[in-house]
T-cell receptor, first 115, second 115 residues
Framework: AQTVTQSQPEMSVQEAETVTLSCTYD???????LFWYKQPPSRQMILVIR??????QNATENRFSVNFQKAAKSFSLKISDSQLGDAAMYFC????????????FGTGTRLTIIP | DADVTQTPRNRITKTGKRIMLECSQT?????MYWYRQDPGLGLRLIYY???????NKGEISDGYSVSRQAQAKFSLSLESAIPNQTALYFC??????????????FGPGTRLTVL
């Protein structure tokens, strides 16, 4: 079974600075997807960015980018120019391409933005 | 209007009561999921359904049942609620026919408290 580990329960960053959230995962599969979801105080789960395992190029969405290291099974999220609206819980998730295709989530990192 | 809706948004009930959480979607997706979120544990899959006639247990299905009344509706029931079922419950959908089949779209969540 796949597991996803987020080793930073809480992080904080100064507004306008850059922060990196860590995620590692364990799998024996070669074809899968990885995601970062944001959960603000409204509790809505919002997809931030996705990465396909067979693509070597790191995904980027505006101020959000990932560092995907497939051999190391690492998938970190970098947030540049942090804004107050970035304050939220961030969840890393793994999706298998086989069977139920379910999402396996990490335990989350709470990000605080310091004005 | 939201594409994935959940009712109720908040519910307080007593131990032993039967309760149903409902999920509806207007996205036309065939796949629906129920997840549970607990502090420090991330989201875990309870049940999933790939179509009206296909319902499967997730990793934590004990104490829960589901019904897929139509492609657009997927209900989660607690036959006899217990306090450790106090959690935030999310419904999600996905559509294997689309190019972005790997993405799951989440409802706003239902916060359930069992006293």
């Amino acid at each position: 079974a796949q597991t996803v580990t987020q080793s930073q329960p809480e992080m904080s960053v100064q507004e306008a600075e850059t922060v990196t959230l860590s995620c590692t995962y364990d799998t024996s599969e070669s074809d899968y997807y990885l995601f970062w979801y944001k959960q603000p105080p409204s509790r809505q789960m919002i997809l931030v960015i996705r990465q396909e395992a067979y693509k070597q190029q790191n995904a980027t969405e505006n101020r959000f980018s990932v560092n995907f290291q497939k051999a190391a099974k690492s998938f970190s999220l970098k947030i540049s120019d942090s804004q107050l609206g970035d304050a939220a819980m961030y969840f890393c998730a793994y999706r298998t391409n086989f069977g139920n295709e379910k999402l396996t989530f990490g335990t989350g990192t709470r990000l605080t933005i310091i004005p | 209007d939201a594409d994935v809706t959940q009712t109720p948004r908040n519910r307080i009930t007593k131990t032993g009561k039967r309760i149903m959480l409902e999920c509806s979607q207007t996205k036309g997706h065939d796949r629906m999921y129920w997840y549970r979120q607990d502090p420090g544990l991330g989201l875990r899959l309870i049940y999933y359904s790939f179509d009206v006639k296909d319902i499967n247990k997730g990793e934590i299905s004990d104490g829960y049942s589901v019904s897929r009344q139509a492609q657009a509706k997927f209900s989660l029931s607690l036959e006899s609620a217990i306090p450790n079922q106090t959690a935030l419950y999310f419904c999600a959908t996905s559509d294997w026919k689309t190019v972005m089949r790997e993405e799951q779209f989440f409802g706003p969540g239902t916060r359930l408290t069992v006293l």
